[in-house]
């Protein structure tokens, strides 16, 4: 068999397979990110991509259900499902790489604490009356500090540095730990990158420590995508296939040093100048960067390998950064209250309110914490993908092109990002749609999309026209495109999908406040937290019911807090050791365990 | 052109050879250790191998000045200038591998203080009311002990181990850190290796630290000898070659492995139970194992890289021993008093006596140390090599065939080790003859050995035909060979050579009562460390002057007591710490720079 060339646009990556390979596969090979939501079952109809060039096999059956036929002239593929006959030319659809919202903290200006620190010696040289060893020379020059006894690869290299530096050096300290000896005076580069490693997106920070300032930001699409945009499909992975768990954390690396690489050649910044990484994410995110085995965190009772806060060296994962750089992992909750969880605790200040506050982070998963006279409780919910646009018809995140916020009168009215026809619809739009349809009386209170019969003569006619019946119920119709298949529906299946996802973050937040033992009145603040929280409307969140009764303004968006909570514990030791004591601190309440769960989720379903 | 095979025995060792290789220089890179005094330079003629089988070229200027016309005939040949014109069968005469002495510690009891420990645990399993992390699980089942953030290689096993053995299992600590996690109950396996690295031979200890016993013992020659007999060759080897460091480095790693093996296969034991590994070795040694570059030890001010305790993971290293097993290196306390200075001041418990101690160590160096009134007193003289048989015509390590002791009356009476004809002269027996011959007036005060014509009539004339005129000087045959080539013979170097060492030993012990201010007699104990001291006669010691004037009665033997000290500072944590402070609080007393260093060493020229 020959080989067969496959070229991925734009990234114009291009990869020799002998195989006959899914251009899925070929693309993992490649280091290429596919959304593929349902990891390569053919379920999901994610994988959509354009072959430019070349020629295909038929359909499959999966493509044909899922692929229009004007997807087909245009050269829409599944990737999980198209093999090629020879060379072909791919374009992969940029789903999600244009992610600014996440990362409004740039140029934010940080308060420094961090332990983090350089010395500049300028040592006495040894002579026949001072043989002090270079190892003592050195630490008596950083007079009268604690320091850990030094690490051989440190130690290897001071004699050479001193005597080629004539003994004026730097020395770089992170508290008690001597991690590098610098040649000469480097005391005014000191930098370190906050890492938020969401299940799809990876977003970093530079910090320059010496001035307290983040000076970039940067992000790309988590390249485990490929194996499934959820983590059970992570952990499946990482458990079924020979390697998947190197595999994994080696495309969380890769994708991190690509971040660092972009960050620090945009700041002109060596790359050997940053001393710490500071890391959050889910637990299931942790456990792979760290190549530690999610296995347990499958099944019940989801337990994690580890817990606590974690600091190893750079060059133990392979991080493209100074090779002695600490690499710090915020603690975690539980198997489904991450890290981010926590670093987003940290930067509201769940604990300083006076009374009690509520944050609810929707990301991929809905995390929801309590605070309460010096309490906090956490519980997760499955609330998360919908709001991402996963099980969602027209479903996508919210990046360019996506419908993200509706508003109903007479007839509907669209805001797409980026001000550009819309492609689909985003957790907010969604939100907003349905909060406006059930006003408009288009969805009743059990959820259900009426028919044109139902409604006949009772609202306005161009909204009546939108009503339209497909092979899987009633669907509404957002925004007309040029031709039927084009068109942006809302369908009855997303409304159960947001029905039960604002069901779930409902129960989970009333459960808290039983557990708590106080009232949705009680509650000083309900802050959202994520992108989404940033851009969805209160008053819509509020009228679907997704949130307890309170008043609309106890509840404020509080934008990417896990981000600037990792920002937060990346310049201050301080606040690292806090996220820490809020981990500790936490009860996990475990909601599939809690027999009163099940009826709060009933009742949280209805739309009044 | 084409490849050559070289087989070295008694080890049976094959290496091909592309090129035209000295053999010293293909026993090198088979890993072969030959004895190559001055490194290959041909100016030592130590590097005698036998071709078995084979063409060889012809014999080269310096092999034709080294060797008899009767090794020439049993196919004796320079290894450092013998080429082959094609495959080879060599064998390396094993000097040294027989060292029986150094290992009289075996089945030693020692009293057991270790920080290493094993603890058995049953956890509770996780359940759904339970979900703690696998870490914090094991760190409580650990109750209130203090535990060091764990590793990341200790982390990743932890679930599997946990899941596999229903959570029960063992917990290795050393101090606050968790080295390990085992299956099941291994309480009973918990064993540690004390290795003393000297220039010439590594020696190591099988401990079971349950029991508190040595349980083994073995030795090999160091392979680094194939660069050099003497620090000084390594330290220029490792500056000058490519790669030299990591060389020496490999050389001594792969000795220890074998000592390793060795020890653990005839114990029956698993190289995974061995968890702490405890070195000692001079300055030179301990920064050749650790690969830290002596550079600035080869000239003064003689600066080490490191002096204090230092603990490295064995992977760091490449033990193979469980990779997680802790490498400790005792402190040094200058570039020519390291730590197995340090682990012999611990085992004499030279600080422990009423008055004052000193304490002589002459092994490849000699070090000496003076303990008084709470203070602490180092130095190092260049007297070592004479007494392992370094420099002496026909001297050689205190091995089988090594004449040992020698008693002259109207003829001469030798010991020889192992009770077979001797092939050489060991520092013991050296001493012995010159103390000897002193005595008999066949060598005067001055050191020189009188002629026949000068002892006409004066002496016993068996003894007068001994002295014999050669190219050098005047020879005294201490054995007659079967020819006059073989015969055993003392020159008027090798009393000059002995003459220099005892000189510096006297001097430098001189300079260090006076740096305490004392006198000799108020020495209490004058201690004699090393396998040399345990065999030497304290009556010749004393009578060819080489101690300060003191009574026989306070001369002790204390065997191998850098072994010992290794022993103890790996059984008992205490000892360890002792250790450490012992080196840091000793005073080294540079003897080159002393300005009544000459004067002394002159005064001790004299035998009288
Ligand atoms: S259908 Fe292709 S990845 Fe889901
Ligand atoms: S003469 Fe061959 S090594 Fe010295």
Redesign the interface.
């Known amino acids: 068999m020959t080989d067969r060339k496959i070229v991925f646009y734009p990234e114009e990556k291009m990869i020799l397979t002998g195989e006959k390979k899914t251009i899925l596969e070929a693309s993992q090979k490649a280091g290429i990110a596919i959304e593929a939501t349902c990891g390569g079952k053919g379920t999901c109809g994610k994988c959509r991509v354009r072959i430019q060039h070349g020629a295909r096999e038929p359909l499959t059956n999966v493509e044909e259900n899922f692929l229009s036929s004007s997807d087909v002239e245009k050269g829409i593929a599944l990737a999980c499902q198209c093999r090629g006959y020879g060379n072909l030319e791919v374009f992969v659809p940029e789903k999600g790489n244009e992610l600014s919202r996440k990362l409004s903290l740039e140029s934010k200006k940080v308060l420094l604490d961090t332990d983090l620190r350089k010395e500049y010696l300028e040592l006495e040289k040894?002579?026949?009356?001072?043989?002090?060893?270079?190892?003592?020379r050195l630490i008596d020059g950083l007079k009268g500090k604690q320091i850990n006894?030094?690490?051989?690869d440190v130690?290897?290299t001071?004699?050479?540095i001193l005597?080629e530096n004539d003994f004026k050096v730097t020395a770089v300290l992170a508290g008690n730990e001597l991690l590098v000896v610098e040649a000469g005076d480097t005391r005014n580069k000191i930098y370190g990158v906050a890492l938020d490693i969401g299940t799809t997106t990876v977003v970093g920070f530079l910090l320059d420590l010496c001035q307290g300032l983040v000076i970039g930001a940067a992000s790309r699409t988590n390249k485990q995508n490929s194996y499934g945009a959820d983590v059970i499909s992570r952990i499946q992975f990482s458990n079924e296939q020979d390697n998947g768990l190197k595999c994994l954390q080696e495309d969380v690396l890769s994708v991190i040093n690509e971040i660092i690489n972009e960050l620090t050649q945009q700041n002109g910044i060596d790359i050997g100048s940053i001393y710490q990484v500071l890391v959050v994410g889910n637990t299931v995110m942790s456990h792979l960067f760290?190549?530690?085995?999610p296995?347990?965190l499958g099944k019940?009772?989801?337990?994690?390998?580890?817990?606590?806060?974690?600091?190893?060296p750079a060059y133990?994962l392979g991080l493209e950064i100074n090779h002695r750089a600490q690499v710090i992992v915020l603690p975690?909750i539980?198997?489904y209250v991450g890290s981010d969880t926590v670093a987003a605790l940290l930067a509201v200040k769940i604990d300083k309110y006076t009374g009690s506050a509520m944050m609810i982070d929707l990301g991929t998963n809905g995390e929801i914490a309590l605070a309460c006279d010096g309490r906090l409780y956490t519980c997760s919910t499955a609330a998360g993908p919908a709001f991402e646009g996963a099980h969602i018809y027209h479903g996508m995140r919210a990046v360019k092109g996506a419908i993200e916020k509706v508003r109903i009168d007479k007839t509907v009215t669209v805001d797409v990002i980026g001000n550009v026809a819309p492609c689909g619809i985003c957790g907010s739009g969604l939100i907003d749609a349905v909060s406006e349809l059930v006003k408009a009386g288009i969805i009743n209170n059990n959820g259900r999309i009426m028919s044109q019969k139902d409604l006949d003569g009772k609202i306005p006619e161009e909204l009546w026209h939108r009503l339209r019946h497909s092979s899987s119920g009633q669907d509404f119709v957002l925004y007309y495109g040029t031709t039927d298949a084009d068109d942006i529906v809302l369908t009855q299946r997303d409304v159960r999908e947001l029905q039960m996802a604002k069901a779930s973050v409902r129960a989970g937040a009333e459960i808290l406040l039983k557990e708590a033992d106080i009232k949705a009145r009680d509650l000083n603040a309900v802050m959202l937290a994520g992108a989404f929280g940033s851009f969805v409307r209160k008053e819509s969140i509020l009228s679907i019911g997704m949130l307890p009764r309170v008043d609309e303004r106890v509840v404020y968006s509080v934008g990417n807090a896990a981000g600037e909570g990792a920002i937060l514990a990346l310049s201050s030791e301080n606040e690292r050791n806090h996220a820490q004591y809020l981990a500790r601190k936490a009860t996990?309440v475990?909601l599939s365990?809690r027999a009163d769960f099940n009826r709060s989720f009933r009742d949280a379903c209805a739309f009044m």
Chains 1, 2 share one sequence.
Do not use: C, K, Y
Request: a negative charge; charged letters at 10%.
């Open positions: 040894p002579h026949v009356h001072d043989f002090r060893s270079d190892a003592n006894p030094l690490q051989l130690l290897s001071i004699p050479f005597r760290l190549g530690l085995s296995a347990a019940s009772p989801f337990i994690p390998a580890f817990s606590s806060m974690t600091v190893i133990a975690n539980a198997g996990h475990e365990l």
